[in-house]
């Protein structure tokens, strides 16, 4: 039998691999429902990088087949058994702080940098060259492949759910969106929203106040509009608060009001310690001033109960199961309009042993004091896990080890792919170990020899889970 170079392989095709992930990385695949069509129900957006991704796929002979728009799939092999490989190609937003376009791909000191080129477009295009080395190579197989394309993993997950609903299920399979060597497991993820009275009075009042992009990133910028008898007195202690903490920013009078722009750090909400959160370190600085009624509310529920508080400490809520890890929560939308309302979007990352009703009763402590009501989203979703000595967790953990020469175990992590859609799915990487996670972050990068790598490790997993 003949031994096969995956990694040669790879790199041969490492200037065609680039030109298709450029071309994917220029779709601005943001959802964007205000827009959306009868053939786009999720705006043009995922649409477009639908029609780009199964473009690819059937100039290169595979079988596709897009569904109603909200999902795709790239077909492959023969059998009675089907692997299912679910990927993604919408994004984030982009939001503030690039150095660089972030639709338009550049590769600076062997990083190429744009939206989407870690979660999820790079690893998405490195593993469909994994399965177009089969292909090519004309290798015999056993299985079935569906290479499956999600549209919305970055919200509520409709395309995905479609597509499960009106298509046959994999029997096991993984996602090639989050990390090196495997995630087996997954936390529960469930959000709630506090909900404020929009109302002031005093001597200080808060006209809005606005931070965050989405429930799932930690806040990179927050911003406050406010009324005030002394502006001097707030610029003063603002920039001596600047001084003494971890962000930057302004405070200048624009039209009557005082205007606060605050910048921290984005990062992904399964680890909110990544992050620097601006929404929380604003009302932190607020909260230093005489607010009233549900403006006070509001700023103190944050500055008080919520910053720098992912552990839910101040909620006694703290807990970690020994193999999922810790609950975990991240502040992700804070808003406030004078006359309306109130809200702060709570997303949690929940370990087994805790459930939505343990959270609910936990936040609710808080309500009385701080005059809050909590209302919980739809949609959740609880732990998910596969046991270490399953076949298909031990095979693509063996594949690493042969590839990089490094030992290799399973691990559990608070963010959700779609891997937990399928009994037997994992996440299985594109991201390896001591690389920069910059997912939902400006400047987000992914190494280019990290894609090669990653190709031939997909090669080699998909042929023998199919073989």
């Not at 929940?350 to 402590?365: A, Q, R, V």
Request: contains cysteine; glycine residues 10%.
């Amino acid at each position: 039998m003949t031994t096969i170079d995956w990694k040669k392989e790879a790199e041969s095709r490492k200037d065609e691999l680039l030109a298709d992930l450029k071309a994917m990385l220029r779709v601005k695949s943001v959802r964007d429902e205000s827009k959306k069509t009868e053939d786009a129900p999720l705006g043009p957006g995922p649409k477009a990088g639908l029609d780009k991704f199964l473009g690819i796929a059937e100039r290169d002979g595979f079988a596709t087949k897009n569904i109603d728009g909200m999902a795709g799939q790239i077909a492959f092999g023969d059998g009675d058994e089907t692997l299912g490989i679910l990927a993604h190609v919408d994004v984030m937003p982009a939001g503030e702080g690039w150095n660089t376009d972030p639709f338009e791909p550049v590769i600076k000191d062997g990083k190429l940098y744009a939206r989407g080129a870690s979660d999820d477009k790079g690893p998405s295009m490195a593993c469909y060259y994994g399965l177009k080395i089969i292909k090519e190579l004309n290798l015999p197989v056993s299985k079935k492949v569906a290479f499956i394309l999600g549209t919305d993993e970055e919200s509520s997950w409709r395309g995905m759910d479609y597509y499960f609903k009106n298509m046959p299920e994999p029997d096991f399979g993984f996602s090639p969106d989050a990390f090196f060597p495997i995630i087996n497991g997954e936390k529960g993820n469930v959000t709630f929203d506090a909900k404020f009275d929009g109302t002031n009075g005093g001597k200080y009042e808060l006209v809005k106040f606005n931070s965050g992009l989405r429930e799932n990133m930690v806040p990179r910028d927050a911003e406050a509009w406010v009324k005030a008898t002394d502006y001097k007195e707030m610029i003063k202690a603002f920039d001596e608060f600047i001084a003494e903490n971890p962000v930057v920013g302004e405070a200048d009078i624009h039209d009557g009001q005082l205007y606060i722009h605050m910048i921290g750090k984005a990062a992904h909400a399964q680890e909110p310690k990544r992050g620097i959160n601006a929404g929380t370190y604003l009302a932190l600085f607020l909260n230093q001033f005489d607010f009233e009624n549900g403006a006070k509310d509001f700023i103190t529920f944050a500055a008080e109960k919520l910053h720098l508080d992912s552990r839910l400490k101040n909620f006694d809520m703290n807990y970690t199961d020994d193999v999922m890890g810790d609950l975990t929560m991240n502040p992700g939308l804070l808003s406030f309009e004078d006359g309306k309302e109130g809200s702060i979007t709570l997303n949690f990352r929940y370990p087994k042993g805790t459930d939505p009703e343990y959270i609910e009763k936990g936040l609710n402590t808080a309500a009385d004091e701080y005059h809050v009501h909590f209302e919980m989203h739809d949609g959740g979703m609880v732990p998910h896990y596969v046991d270490e000595d399953d076949p298909l967790v031990k095979t693509l953990l063996n594949v690493y080890r042969e590839q990089t020469g490094e030992d290799a175990h399973g691990q559990v992590v608070g963010g959700g792919t779609y891997g937990r859609l399928m009994k037997r799915g994992v996440a299985f990487g594109a991201m390896f170990p001591g690389v920069p996670d910059t997912m939902h972050q400006p400047n987000e990068f992914i190494p280019v020899d990290d894609l090669i790598k990653a190709a031939a490790i997909y090669a080699q997993g998909i042929y023998e889970l199919i073989k």
